[in-house]
Structures are given as structure tokens and as C-alpha cells.
């Protein structure tokens, strides 16, 4: 499998509208550029990951106008696509920071809700519902487990994907620049310890005056940084063995070891 992830800098001055128009642009560019068969898009880039003031006022419904042109570009590019997160209004008026997956029909594969949200007693922590579902997107080389930014430090999570089949894992993230060694670290730790690949891509620029991390990277299943970008706008691609994780798990059985487990609702 050949993946790309797309880091893209978040510039408070361009509207919504004027955004979503150019990363449909850059994954059709890409797409014909690197031919992946995979494309992976950041957290929230709509709004920026830290504008909390945008998320009632740009959130939108699942099948909204993020839906529509994500659906298009994955049509029209003939790939997957993960369309990182959009803050999402349900039925009822409640927000979450919901991922889509676009299979390349253009059809969505999967969606999630953004389990573990960032802030404590504030942000995305009190705006955002939280999610309660573990999510896999299984494509016809492999099962894909989905994870958003904070999700990262939470290993339990990563385990019960693991138990319901995942070999890969794609979190899109806005990364803080100060916290940008965790960010590294964490990828590398839920690659080594689920002998998994992580494919974790994040944002540059500055969101509501935080300076984003970058460096999005690819991480192999023995913990091996594959590629990583840099701060601003930047284009991963790499080419995945994807035998490499049965491989790895069958070499260092450390999976079968286990003797705790968690009990998650999982679909």
C-alpha cells in the first residue's frame, strides 16, 4: 500500500469555504502526483484544531458540505481517504469531532467520534460530546483502526483496536508545538507495543495563537520512523509492506502474551 499524508497549515485569515475548496484540490493533486492508494487528512483543518470560538458556528452535519466535497475528491482520485475530522452537529444539536472515511466510490466507509477529548475543564473537553464506539475500516489489504489526536495517549484504546483486527492505525491530530516530542513518541510507542503501523498526521501553522507540531510521521510495526515531515506544509508519501506486521507478530509474539483486555462496545 502506498500512503499519503497531507499536512496542512491551518491560516486564520482563509475562510472555511476557501479551505475546503483547496485541500480538495491538493488530494486530487496528490493523488495524480504520487498515486497512493491511500490519502490521510488532519484533525479538524476546517476550523483548526484550537479555534474552540469556530466549532458551533462551522460544525455541521455528517453528510454537510466537508462530506460532500471529501466524497468527490475520493470519487475523483479513485482512493481512500481518510478526510481527518470535522466538528459535527447531530440531530439533537450536539457537537463531536467526528472522522470520515471515503472509500474510492466516494462512498463513506466509516465515520468516529473522537473518544478522548483534549482540554480538561475547557475546550474541545466541554464543547464536544464524547464518542463511545471503537472504529475499523477494513479495505481490501488491510483493517484500519481509527484514532484522533488526544487518543494517542490512551493505549487501551489502541489494544481493543488491535482485538478487533487492526493492523494499521490513522490518527489525525492538531498537535501542539510544546508537546511535539510526545507526539513522536506516543506514534512510535502504539506502533511498537501493537505491532501495528501508525500513520499520524497532523497540522503546521497556528491555530487561536498555538504554534501546531508538524511532523507528521510513519511509524513501522517494529517502531521504525518511516518518514516524517517537517513544521509546515508537507506531503508524506511511503510505501507500506503490509506482510510486515503478521510477519512482526509472528517473530515477537508479544500480543499473544497478553493477559488483560478491555470491554468496549466495537462495530
Given at each position: 500500500?502506498?500512503?499519503?499524508?497531507?499536512?496542512?497549515?491551518?491560516?486564520?485569515?482563509?475562510?472555511?469555504?476557501?479551505?475546503?475548496?483547496?485541500?480538495?484540490?491538493?488530494?486530487?493533486?496528490?493523488?495524480?502526483?504520487?498515486?497512493?492508494?491511500?490519502?490521510?487528512?488532519?484533525?479538524?483543518?476546517?476550523?483548526?484544531?484550537?479555534?474552540?470560538?469556530?466549532?458551533?458556528?462551522?460544525?455541521?452535519?455528517?453528510?454537510?458540505?466537508?462530506?460532500?466535497?471529501?466524497?468527490?475528491?475520493?470519487?475523483?482520485?479513485?482512493?481512500?481517504?481518510?478526510?481527518?475530522?470535522?466538528?459535527?452537529?447531530?440531530?439533537?444539536?450536539?457537537?463531536?469531532?467526528?472522522?470520515?472515511?471515503f472509500s474510492p466510490e466516494g462512498e463513506l466507509a466509516a465515520s468516529y467520534r473522537?473518544?478522548?477529548?483534549?482540554?480538561?475543564?475547557?475546550?474541545?473537553?466541554?464543547?464536544?460530546?464524547?464518542?463511545?464506539?471503537?472504529?475499523?475500516?477494513?479495505?481490501?489489504?488491510?483493517?484500519?483502526?481509527?484514532?484522533?489526536?488526544?487518543?494517542?495517549?490512551?493505549?487501551?484504546?489502541?489494544?481493543?483496536?488491535?482485538?478487533?483486527?487492526?493492523?494499521?492505525?490513522?490518527?489525525?491530530?492538531?498537535?501542539?508545538?510544546?508537546?511535539?516530542?510526545?507526539?513522536?513518541?506516543?506514534?512510535?510507542?502504539?506502533?511498537?507495543?501493537?505491532?501495528?503501523?501508525?500513520?499520524?498526521?497532523?497540522?503546521?501553522g497556528t491555530h487561536a495563537d498555538v504554534p501546531q507540531a508538524g511532523h507528521s510521521?510513519?511509524?513501522?510495526?517494529?517502531?521504525?520512523?518511516?518518514?516524517?515531515?517537517?513544521?509546515?506544509?508537507?506531503?508524506?508519501?511511503?510505501?507500506?509492506?503490509?506482510?510486515?506486521?503478521?510477519?512482526?507478530?509472528?517473530?515477537?509474539?508479544?500480543?499473544?502474551?497478553?493477559?488483560?483486555?478491555?470491554?468496549?462496545?466495537?462495530?
Open positions: 500500500m502506498r500512503a499519503s499524508l497531507i499536512q496542512i497549515a491551518v491560516d486564520e485569515g482563509e475562510s472555511v469555504n476557501s479551505r475546503r475548496s483547496r485541500v480538495s484540490s491538493l488530494v486530487r493533486e496528490v493523488a495524480g502526483r504520487e498515486r497512493p492508494d491511500l490519502v490521510v487528512l488532519p484533525e479538524l483543518w476546517t476550523t483548526g484544531a484550537f479555534a474552540y470560538e469556530l466549532f458551533a458556528s462551522e460544525a455541521e452535519p455528517l453528510e454537510g458540505a466537508t462530506y460532500e466535497a471529501m466524497a468527490k475528491a475520493a470519487s475523483d482520485a479513485g482512493l481512500w481517504l481518510h478526510a481527518g475530522s470535522i466538528p459535527e452537529r447531530d440531530a439533537s444539536g450536539d457537537l463531536y469531532n467526528t472522522s470520515l472515511v473522537k473518544i478522548h477529548r483534549f482540554g480538561f475543564d475547557k475546550g474541545e473537553a466541554v464543547l464536544m460530546g464524547a464518542g463511545s464506539e471503537l472504529v475499523t475500516v477494513r479495505t481490501p489489504d488491510t483493517a484500519i483502526g481509527l484514532a484522533t489526536c488526544y487518543d494517542l495517549r490512551f493505549p487501551e484504546l489502541f489494544r481493543g483496536l488491535v482485538d478487533a483486527g487492526a493492523e494499521m492505525f490513522v490518527v489525525p491530530a492538531g498537535w501542539p508545538a510544546r508537546r511535539r516530542e510526545h507526539w513522536t513518541l506516543f506514534a512510535r510507542a502504539r506502533a511498537v507495543e501493537d505491532q501495528a503501523y501508525v500513520l499520524a498526521c497532523g497540522t503546521g510521521v510513519v511509524v513501522d510495526p517494529w517502531g521504525e520512523v518511516l518518514a516524517e515531515a517537517g513544521d509546515g506544509e508537507e506531503v508524506l508519501t511511503v510505501d507500506l509492506d503490509l506482510s510486515k506486521v503478521a510477519a512482526t507478530r509472528e517473530q515477537f509474539p508479544a500480543l499473544k502474551d497478553r493477559l488483560l483486555g478491555m470491554d468496549v462496545p466495537r462495530r
